[in-house]
């Protein structure tokens, strides 16, 4: 019913900014929210931030807060997530995804996937 495209990712430097997009498509896409995740190789799936087509934001509750930014242009039904100052601590494969009901935090409760972006950040 969703359909997910992350693109943006790359090769950046430490101290750079790097904006991800997400394009969503498919016919009921208006039933969800859509979030951002990222996994680091040996670490677990971390949310960073979600984003209703009303423009609710929802951000984690421990220290990543405030790290980033997520956006969206309905028009374009796309959604943004925005990071100043890389480290080589956000390499990561980000993930955006879609869902309908549930812990907007946890990842096992979205419903659909892209495949993902990977930004690997060098020193």
């Known amino acids: 019913q969703v359909q997910l495209v992350e693109s943006g990712g790359g090769l950046v430097q430490a101290g750079d900014s790097l904006r991800l997009s997400c394009q969503v498509s498919?016919?009921?896409?208006?039933?969800?929210?859509i979030g951002w995740f990222r996994q680091a190789p040996g670490s677990e799936r971390e949310f960073i931030a979600n984003i209703k087509w009303s423009g609710v934001k929802t951000y984690p509750e421990d220290s990543v807060k405030g790290r980033f930014a997520i956006s969206r242009d309905n028009p374009r039904d796309t959604v943004y997530l925005q990071k100043d100052d890389l480290s080589p601590d956000d390499t990561a494969i980000y993930y955006c995804?879609?869902?309908?009901?549930?812990?907007?935090?946890?990842?096992?409760?979205?419903?659909?996937w892209g495949r993902g972006t990977q930004v690997t950040v060098s020193s």
């Open positions: 498919g016919p009921t896409l208006g039933s969800y929210s």
């Open positions: 995804a879609a869902i309908y009901r549930g812990d907007l935090r946890n990842w096992t409760q979205y419903n659909y």
